[in-house]
């Protein structure tokens, strides 16, 4: 079986979706042990010399002046009483990315964790078995309290497992565990929940550009556009590499074909002919995001900070999501954007005034509404996409006693963009097949090369459905496994 080794400096996205998606295992370097085992003198040092530790011998948040006595039984008690999540869990591909970015982030030695409970977290992670974390709750401000608590719960056995088709008590498949002193706060206190939520919707949103750039250039083809928006001459007057990639990107999938340049019009529509300017500026950002996820990654989140070269245990704020927050926002706005984009090319299509002679609504006879609705549809999800992005990173509300008075309110930041890209999703649904449908009354065969093989893809899913519903619902399922299938013929935007 391959291995990815974890030593919190060298963990990237390629890594995290082999473990992900093609059954990686994961382990720790070995030059992680002898650090956590000093950490843990240090602990001792620190509670022998009298020194107020927090989360050790102290209260949590407001309470933080109380003093309190380090034991087993504390940790527990921390836990359970911040593991209060309840209703949706989170999908197994980030239950499995947040074990994986939490291992890879305590591995980096400055925790108080000690290296046997990260050998728990590994067995975990190399099982069958996913831990079942609540869906919401997290400030991101102390972290991810309450998700990270649910997976707390399950590392030491109270919280509950699957392995996709049963729910099964953690107790029963590895054993109860009991964490030692600073533990809890160690494993709860880290933005691990959020980047990993990140790190998944980033990967999917990619797959969805690509997926966009496809699906524009059938549009293009059914609305007899041109080409030259799409040149490396027009595009690479501008110093921004990314529309040049986006439009050479459409033009390779356009080439050859017997619908382009055939009209009389000098200019096309902004919904087209800005293309490569649109999507490019959202390939650009996802990209900075990117970048934010894999430091993430790659940090220590957690408080307190332990400094063995130095001898020191510092109090700091490295839990705080803000950042990321921010990128949840940024992201959702560009959703917004992409979805208006969508449902304006939804229009040309079906606009009898601006359709360049297709039929009104693409209707196959004066009594049929045709396609009609799909407009509305799409207004639906576009109009939903930018109620979502409405930020959450400005809108903090103070807990703990004001001790906590600025929260970065990453959970919902990460809530709110599942739920966009589940819009985005919609909204490609219904242009793939408005413009699959434009293309049949068009010819395929004037179609080009690139945009033919798209075409084959979305009628293999379409085809043996009756219903517009139904043909819907099928691309809407299918549209991930079409955007892979686009991406191994014609490469990606963002390579």
Do not use: W
């Not at 707390?152 to 009991?178: P, V």
């Not at 007899?224 to 490396?232: A, G, P, Y």
């Not at 970048?291 to 839990?319: C, D, Q, T």
């Not at 990173?393 to 990453?410: C, G, K, L, V």
């Amino acid at each position: 079986m391959n291995t990815i080794i974890l030593d919190g400096d060298t963990l990237t996205l390629e890594k995290l979706n082999k473990y992900l998606y093609e059954n990686y295992s994961i382990k720790i370097s070995n030059k992680v042990a002898n650090k956590l085992k000093e950490n843990r003198n240090l602990i001792k040092e620190y509670l022998k010399r009298g020194l107020p530790i927090y989360g050790i011998n102290t209260g949590l948040g407001a309470l933080v002046k109380s003093k309190v006595r380090a034991s087993k039984e504390k940790e527990k008690l921390i836990i359970e009483e911040h593991a209060i999540g309840f209703g949706k869990f989170v999908d197994k591909e980030i239950a499995k990315a947040t074990i994986l970015i939490l291992t890879n982030q305590l591995a980096k030695g400055n925790s108080f964790i000690k290296i046997e409970t990260l050998n728990r977290l590994l067995e975990i992670a190399n099982s069958k078995y996913f831990p079942l974390i609540h869906e919401e709750g997290s400030l991101g401000a102390s972290g991810d309290l309450i998700p990270l608590a649910s997976l707390a719960q399950c590392i030491i056995g109270n919280g509950n497992f699957s392995d996709g088709k049963r729910i099964l008590k953690g107790e029963k498949i590895f054993g109860k565990y009991d964490l030692d002193i600073g533990e809890a706060i160690s494993l709860i206190n880290s933005t691990a929940f959020t980047t990993a939520s990140l790190a998944v919707y980033i990967e999917l949103y990619k797959k969805l550009l690509d997926l966009s750039c496809g699906i524009s250039a059938l549009t293009a083809e059914a609305l007899l556009s041109n080409s030259s928006e799409f040149t490396k001459d027009a595009l690479s007057v501008k110093r921004f590499d990314s529309q040049v990639k986006v439009g050479l990107y459409l033009f390779k999938l356009i080439e050859n074909s017997k619908l382009i340049n055939v009209d009389k019009n000098t200019q096309d529509p902004y919904s087209i002919r800005c293309l490569p300017q649109i999507i490019g500026s959202i390939r650009n950002y996802i990209e900075i995001v990117e970048e934010h996820v894999i430091n993430e990654m790659n940090s220590y989140s957690g408080n307190p900070v332990v400094i063995l070269e130095k001898g020191m245990i510092y109090n700091a704020g490295n839990f705080h999501a803000q950042l990321l927050s921010f990128d949840c926002d940024i992201l959702r706005i560009t959703i917004a954007a992409l979805s208006s984009l969508i449902e304006r090319k939804i229009n040309r299509i079906l606009n009898p005034n601006l359709n360049k002679g297709l039929p009104p609504f693409l209707a196959k006879s004066e009594e049929s509404s045709g396609l009609m609705l799909l407009q509305y549809l799409s207004a639906y999800h576009a109009n939903q996409c930018k109620l979502l992005a409405q930020p959450s990173s400005f809108n903090s509300i103070p807990t703990s006693a004001d001790q906590e008075d600025f929260s970065s309110m990453s959970g919902n930041g990460i809530s709110l963009l599942k739920k966009s890209l589940e819009n985005l999703k919609v909204n490609l649904a219904i242009e793939a097949y408005c413009s699959y449908e434009a293309l049949n009354l068009r010819g395929i065969d004037r179609a080009g090369m690139g945009t033919k093989y798209i075409y084959k893809l979305i009628d293999e899913v379409v085809k043996d459905k009756s219903e517009i519903n139904e043909k819907l619902e099928n691309l809407f399922r299918n549209l991930e496994k079409i955007a892979e299938l686009q991406r191994e013929k014609f490469g990606s935007i963002f390579k």
